[in-house]
T-cell receptor
Framework: EAGVAQSPRYKIIEKRQSVAFWCNPI?????LYWYQQILGQGPKLLIQ????????DSQLPKDRFSAERLKGVDSTLKIQPAKLEDSAVYLC???????????FGPGTRLTVL | GQQLNQSPQSMFIQEGEDVSMNCTSS?????WLWYKQDPGEGPVLLIA?????ELTSNGRLTAQFGITRKDSFLNISASIPSDVGIYFC??????????????FGKGTKLSVKP
């Protein structure tokens, strides 16, 4: 069974530029999560989707971050404009339902200069 | 917001040694989880605990869910080189409007003694 796929793996941008990350969850998984992991910290949830609807985006900085999961499968997370403090690894995870095991992708490492 | 306090922050191991780490919270969680993260990878689930007082083993790993539901520990027996990595505890509960979201600790980094 294929795992959670993410791309790109690495991205370097300058502050105030825009960036987008893509995630393809495990087939059949209805719940999709985006986490932000700053160096030396544990992952922090940004947004949770159930199919193509948002369940929780309380920790998403909505003035600059946006995410969508239009067809209830893959998802895109966008940052516009990026700030230095956005430098982190962005992890995507999926699960069959909200209380089932979450499987994580390898992450996208973002560096904002 | 909710926070998990994980200790120690880092530790050095020698092959064959036993390792212990723990996690505490000011909040009650329904489920405690322990993950391991290798460099350049996402976290991988090691053990899940669902009941207060529960003791669960997975090979050389043993974890316990505290009776108060506010703490958990993870033990690794007879450590081997591939145990090196970062271990995270995570609490899961139905709080506020969220469903099953995870709150992670800051991690315990296991390294090999020089």
């Amino acid at each position: 069974e294929a795992g959670v796929a993410q791309s790109p793996r690495y991205k370097i941008i300058e502050k105030r530029q825009s960036v987008a990350f893509w995630c393809n969850p495990i087939s059949g998984h209805a719940t999709l999560y985006w986490y932000q992991q700053i160096l030396g910290q544990g992952p922090k949830l940004l947004i949770q989707f159930q199919n193509n609807g948002v369940v929780d985006d309380s920790q998403l900085p909505k003035d600059r971050f946006s995410a969508e999961r239009l067809k209830g499968v893959d998802s895109t997370l966008k940052i516009q404009p990026a700030k230095l403090e956005d430098s982190a690894v962005y992890l995507c995870a999926s699960s069959q339902s909200p209380y089932n095991e979450q499987f994580f992708g390898p992450g996208t490492r973002l560096t904002v200069l | 917001g909710q926070q998990l306090n994980q200790s120690p922050q880092s530790m050095f191991i020698q092959e064959g040694e036993d390792v212990s780490m723990n996690c505490t919270s000011s909040s009650i969680f329904n489920t405690w989880l322990w993950y391991k993260q290798d460099p350049g990878e996402g976290p991988v689930l090691l053990i899940a605990l669902y009941k207060a007082g529960e003791l669960t083993s997975n090979g050389r790993l043993t974890a316990q869910f505290g009776i108060t539901r506010k703490d958990s520990f993870l033990n690794i027996s007879a450590s081997i080189p591939s145990d090196v990595g970062i271990y995270f505890c995570a609490g899961q509960g139905n709080y506020g409007g969220s469903q099953g979201n995870l709150i992670f600790g800051k991690g315990t980094k296991l390294s090999v003694k020089p």
